[in-house]
């Protein structure tokens, strides 16, 4: 069991930067590969980015690639991600999530933060 807490959102305008971070309770945060999903208005919910539980591998979606990174802290029990270079279509609530891998790929648990919002204005 794990319980994440996002915070770090806000109102940025393009071209800015913003780091989101997400705590973790649970002695078992780094047994899980951890990631980072987001949700715009009207839109499904949708990967952005992944690590693995040891830190050593990290994904991308393709529409991130280049301006935002994952890292985390294991004895600190968190996940950040960094968004550089931001853009008005990043504009979505952001989430943490906690998960496995399984054939080369990311899949999540059903462990799910509340969300934190980021606006991106043009």
């Known amino acids: 069991q794990v319980q994440l807490v996002e915070s770090g959102g806000g109102l940025v305008q393009a071209g800015g930067s913003l780091r989101l971070s997400c705590a973790a309770s649970?002695?078992?945060?780094?047994?899980?590969?951890m990631a980072w999903f987001r949700q715009a208005p009207g839109k499904e919910r949708e990967f952005v980015a992944a690590i693995r539980w040891s830190g050593g591998g990290t994904y991308y979606a393709d529409s991130v690639r280049g301006r935002f990174t994952i890292s985390r802290d294991n004895a600190k029990n968190t996940v950040a991600l960094q968004m550089n270079s931001l853009k008005p279509e990043d504009t979505a609530v952001y989430y943490c999530?906690?998960?496995?891998?399984?054939?080369?790929?990311?899949?999540?648990?059903?462990?799910w933060g509340k969300g934190t919002l980021v606006t991106v204005s043009s």
């Open positions: 999530n906690a998960g496995g891998e399984r054939s080369g790929s990311y899949y999540s648990m059903d462990y």
């Open positions: 649970g002695r078992t945060f780094s047994t899980y590969d």
